[in-house]
Antibody, heavy 122, light 108 residues
């Protein structure tokens, strides 16, 4: 069974750094791209960026480029989403999701993590 | 960036009725790269349809997708109470990947 398990909810202050994680299991981890999606309270889905775990190649949405960093640790089948200076507007639910087709960026998202709620408040 | 506009915003129907959800793109999309997701309250999204019309694993055949160019449709042929959710379309043929704003389906 394919599973993506995300780290738990976080509460942070503006300006702080944060890293959340997404661990894959049940499949060949390095063969499938992973995407991060933001969902602000009561709103829709926004693509943030994605990573090829085989070589760490990343692609970012212009809306998030420079504000977040996506990385991977293949040894533990885990992808990360990181901020170096949180803002209150980063308060949202963050999902990781696997691309459906092996080694393809051009694929639908067939397996999703359970989501990580990030709250940024002073 | 390809903008996806979904309509209607909310659809309120009775069990057994047919639901037709629209997704319109700001520019033409290959049929290979259009997906639909279902998100129930408090849950992660679930892939329903990919490549415009292919059902994902385990998705009932009352869900179907169609369309081409800039106009795509998700049809739920006979609504069931468990279909109460928000439905999002997504294009994945161009960067940035984009999602529509969603259609909320309510069951009367």
């Amino acid at each position: 069974e394919v599973r993506l398990v995300q780290s738990g909810a976080e509460v942070n202050k503006p300006g702080e750094s944060l890293r959340i994680s997404c661990q894959g299991s049940g499949y060949s981890f390095t063969s499938y791209w992973i995407t991060w999606v933001r969902q602000m309270p009561g709103k829709g889905l926004e693509w943030m960026g994605n990573i090829d775990p085989s070589d760490s190649y990343t692609k970012y949405s212009p809306s998030f480029q420079g504000h977040v960093t996506i990385s991977v640790d293949k040894s533990i089948s885990t992808v990360y989403l990181q901020w170096s200076g949180l803002k209150a507007s980063d308060t949202a639910l963050y999902y990781c999701a696997r691309h459906m087709d092996s080694s393809s960026w051009y694929a639908a998202l067939d397996n999703w993590g359970q989501g990580t709620l990030v709250t940024v408040s002073s | 960036e390809i903008v996806l506009t979904q309509s209607p915003g909310t659809l309120s129907l009775s069990p057994g009725e047919r639901a037709t959800l629209s997704c319109r793109a700001s520019q033409s999309i290959s049929i290979s790269y259009l997906a639909w997701y279902q998100q129930k309250r408090g849950q992660a999204p679930r892939l329903l349809i990919y490549g415009t019309s292919s059902r994902a694993a385990g998705i009932p055949d009352r869900f179907s997708g169609s369309g081409s160019g800039t106009d795509f449709t998700l049809t739920i042929s006979r609504l069931e109470p468990e279909d109460c959710a928000v439905y999002f379309c997504q294009q994945y043929g161009n960067s940035p990947l984009t999602f529509g704003g969603g259609t909320k389906v309510e069951i009367k």
